[in-house]
């Protein structure tokens, strides 16, 4: 392994782990993006000049580049984080979850069988759908997916479990619990209840607050994907995350302790349709490579919600951008109109 295609690199988790392996390994890297709303240059900021590093704007659906990427250069790696990734917006609009998630994931296989690629894929632990108490997820459980944006993932996963047993391509899957850290944008949960109490506005809290969440800090997610793609065998699945889950009010209480925000901001709002009530995820076989997580999620959350109060230079256009059109029809109603997105 010399040199890495990275799909989505320019997304939360995707730069993320591009400045890791940067930073820890002599690994080349071409990142794809296609700069969606989600996917920004200046998450790959103080890198513009890396020499191991170029970044390609770009969809993942397209065949032909993604060709000519491979075909050009040593790209002997693909790694798969691109995606439509959150779960309000599969519910607003999901045909482009369909697109991306699944086809965009199908023609980068395409491109891995023909010239013959190492794959690994970045997967959900939302593929397993809401877990009962008392059982945590195992790589071999059956897929249930919930929602539009899970369905396409638990597709893309059987499409590259397909590829291993009919072409025996060399790849593998991680799924990931809910990742927290720099970069994750306000449209999810802890960034938006972060950015929200740093500007005095109301944290919207689906229902009764009270669905379970593994909260993961991004770099053990990094660390895990780095893990199976230097010792994980082909054709498994693993699960990355801490296998602690915590309450979305607890997850609240921490971010507003950590910005010094009252509770008084804490809105119960009409809850997401189909919301899983609860995941949970056993990690034994990737600890069994030698991989352990090193935050616990409380320590993971809080340092998000610091990372979000000291770096405004980063979120502030995005929320006085886009971004209040999205707000205003996922949360207008749900606050009754009462908080209009501000940035003052
Ligand atoms: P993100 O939304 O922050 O980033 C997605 C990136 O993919 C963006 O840079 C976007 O521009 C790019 N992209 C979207 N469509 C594309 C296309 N057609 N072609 C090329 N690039 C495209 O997402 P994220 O949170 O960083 O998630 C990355 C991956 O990890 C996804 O596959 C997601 O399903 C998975 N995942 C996320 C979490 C989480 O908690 N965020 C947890 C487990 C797994
Ligand atoms: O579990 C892994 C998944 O985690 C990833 O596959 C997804 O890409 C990622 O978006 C995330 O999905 P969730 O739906 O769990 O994350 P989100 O941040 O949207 O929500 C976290 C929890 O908080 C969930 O129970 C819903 C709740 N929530 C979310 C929002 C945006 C609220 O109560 N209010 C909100 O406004």
């Excluded at 782990?17 to 103080?46: C, I, P, Q, W």
């Excluded at 002997?76 to 979850?97: K, R, Y």
């Excluded at 998000?304 to 971004?323: C, K, L, S, T, V």
Aim: hydrophobic content about 35%; glycine content about 10%; charged content about 20%.
């Amino acid at each position: 392994m010399k040199h890495l295609l990275v799909s989505g690199g320019c997304g939360f988790i995707g730069s993320n782990f591009v400045r890791h392996v940067l930073e820890y390994t002599d690994l080349s890297v071409t990142v794809l993006d296609k700069l969606t709303y989600a996917g920004r240059r200046e998450n790959l900021h103080g890198l513009e000049n890396h020499p191991r590093l170029e970044v390609v704007v770009g969809d993942i659906g397209n065949q032909e580049l993604v060709n000519h990427l491979v075909a050009r250069s040593g790209i002997d790696t693909i790694v798969n984080f691109a995606a439509e990734t959150h779960v309000d917006q599969s519910i607003l609009g999901p045909l482009v979850f369909t697109d991306t998630n699944v086809r965009g994931t199908h023609v980068l296989l395409e491109v891995a069988r023909e010239h013959g690629l190492r794959f690994h894929h970045i997967s959900t632990d939302e593929v397993y759908g809401h877990i009962p108490d008392g059982h945590q997820s195992v790589e071999s459980d059956p897929l249930a997916p919930r929602s539009p944006y899970s369905a396409s993932k638990a597709a893309a996963d059987q499409l590259v479990q397909a590829y291993v047993i009919t072409y025996g391509l060399a790849a593998t899957i991680t799924r990931g619990a809910n990742n927290v850290g720099p970069y994750q944008f306000p449209e999810k949960a802890v960034p938006l209840f972060s950015t929200n109490a740093l500007l005095g506005l109301p944290l919207p809290v689906y229902g009764d607050g009270l669905q379970m969440r593994d909260y993961a800090h991004v770099l053990d997610h990094c660390t895990g994907i780095l893990t199976v793609l230097e010792r994980g065998v082909t054709g498994e699945v693993y699960n990355v995350g801490t296998g602690r889950e915590m309450t979305n009010l607890e997850m609240v209480d921490i971010v507003l302790e950590t910005l010094g925000a009252s509770r008084d901001l804490v809105r119960h709002v009409t809850d997401r349709p189909g919301h899983d009530r609860r995941y949970s995820m056993n990690v034994d076989k990737l600890r069994a490579l030698g991989w352990e997580p090193r935050y616990d999620p409380r320590q993971a959350v809080a340092e998000a919600a610091r990372w979000y109060a000291e770096n405004r230079w980063w979120w502030e256009p995005i929320r006085a951008g886009n971004f209040q059109e999205y707000y205003a029809r996922q949360y207008g109603k749900r606050l009754g109109n009462e908080a209009p997105e501000s940035t003052q």
